[in-house]
């Protein structure tokens, strides 16, 4: 039969075609680092470096009082993932179909699940590393007002005009069939709006939705304590943090309590805000925020738990990167965005999480994995994009025994994250 499968390259190809199809939050990463990996194959553990935006500071007056050093931020971006989807067809599945029927059957579902594999992954990394939020946790959107609020944030935090918004699927379909989002417009225009799927253009926003996007389990935080506004209190802070601080002790917590913080919390310091980025001499008028980076051990006898996050603490007023108004001092009470109710609950409950970002808040790589020298070249086949760089192989290996094609396909990949680009709409 002329229609058929004659090189793994060519199912290579048909395979990396179908992935892309598939992947619409890594087609809107900025996937500009692949060129660095373009020389050669490699594996699991190449690291190349990122380098993050300069910022400079302004002063007053005509004399230099000091000449700051310039020093070039950089970030590792690690191939540290690789995944696989084996596949195990007879000699006569490939005489039998067509090159059509073939990848119907076996390459597209294939490709389908190492799609969506890799593409919830980035969305769980996304969700949990951007630490700016809007919305409420446990309340859907439901109006024009929310996708313009969190148009209004992106453009306080000094994020690109070209925004996009990853909404979780059942968020999207709770905006869209809100009464308040359409009733916003007269009704030929909302009609217009919902049949064309305009809402988020009309907040200068492409809006994508996928069941990817995760949901949170919030940390308990205070389990005496009574949510107020979308949050549950957690302790306050033990002692003053200094400006570069990854890390703080929280106290105030019951004796031995579990699950006070969760890796992906949304979590402010009452009476902070942060900071514009281009002009770090005015505020945002937004709540500072961080994101927890690892969940927090059980608080000690003395009710004090560590808790790690990110972005650093910037408060040195001579710094460029000042991310908040002033330092955080001691007893300063700490707020976790929870969907929890009631004082004294102890459920770990679950949210929805949206996200709001410029390609640069994903940084995504996937390039030429190593072909074993031991494989003839008909049995193995590499497509790399020219375009994005994204690669996948395909290698097949004959079951003399039992008269079988084992054929794998696999990619490695690394996600960088870069929070400062990206603002949650929590759900």
């Not at 050669?40 to 910022?55: C, L, M, Q, S, Y």
């Not at 390039?367 to 760089?389: C, F, H, N, Q, Y």
């Amino acid at each position: 039969m002329a229609d058929q499968y004659t090189s793994m390259q060519a199912v290579a190809e048909d395979a990396l075609a179908e992935f892309h199809n598939q992947c619409s939050l890594i087609m809107a990463a900025n996937k500009d680092v692949q060129p660095q990996f373009l020389t050669g194959e490699f594996d699991k553990g190449a690291t190349i470096k990122v380098r993050k935006p300069n910022k400079f500071l302004v002063t007053d007056g005509a004399v230099i009082s000091s000449i700051p050093d310039t020093t070039e931020r950089t970030v590792d971006l690690t191939l540290d993932t690789r995944k696989k989807v084996v596949m195990d067809f007879t000699t006569q599945d490939l005489t039998l179909y067509t090159k059509t029927q073939f990848k119907q059957r076996f390459i597209d579902p294939a490709v389908l699940q190492l799609a969506n594999v890799v593409e919830a992954d980035v969305a769980l990394k996304l969700t949990q590393q951007v630490y700016n939020h809007t919305g409420t946790a446990g309340t859907a959107p439901s109006s024009y007002a929310d996708l313009a609020r969190e148009k209004a944030f992106l453009n306080k935090m000094g994020i690109p005009e070209d925004h996009m918004f990853a909404m979780q699927e059942d968020n999207y379909s709770s905006l869209i069939s809100n009464a308040g989002l359409q009733n916003s417009f007269l009704p030929a225009l909302n009609q217009e709006i919902t049949r064309r799927y305009l809402t988020g253009n009309l907040a200068a926003m492409d809006i994508m939705h996928s069941v990817l996007m995760p949901v949170h389990i919030a940390g308990i935080g205070d389990p005496t304590a009574t949510p107020a506004n979308g949050y549950v209190a957690a302790g306050t802070v033990l002692s003053n943090i200094a400006s570069g601080s990854t890390s703080t002790i929280i106290t105030g917590l019951g004796n031995g309590t579990t699950g006070t913080f969760k890796k992906g919390d949304k979590v402010k310091f009452v009476g902070y805000y942060s900071i514009n980025p281009i002009d770090t001499s005015i505020t945002t008028g937004e709540p500072f925020e961080v994101t927890i980076t690892e969940d927090a051990g059980a608080a000690s006898a003395g009710g004090e738990v560590t808790i790690n996050f990110s972005p650093a603490i910037i408060s040195d007023a001579t710094s460029p990167y000042k991310n908040v108004d002033s330092q955080i001092l001691a007893t300063t009470p700490v707020y976790i965005a929870s969907a929890n109710t009631g004082a004294g609950s102890t459920t770990k409950v679950a949210y929805k999480t949206n996200v709001g970002f410029y390609r640069d808040a994903i940084q995504f790589a996937a390039p030429p994995l190593v072909i074993p020298k031991s494989v003839v070249p008909a049995a193995a086949g590499r497509m790399t994009d020219p375009e994005t760089g994204i690669s996948i192989r395909l290698v097949e290996s004959y079951d003399v025994i039992n008269d079988k094609t084992i054929t794998r396909m696999d990619m490695v990949y690394g996600v960088l994250i870069n929070g400062e680009y990206a603002v949650a709409y929590l759900g």
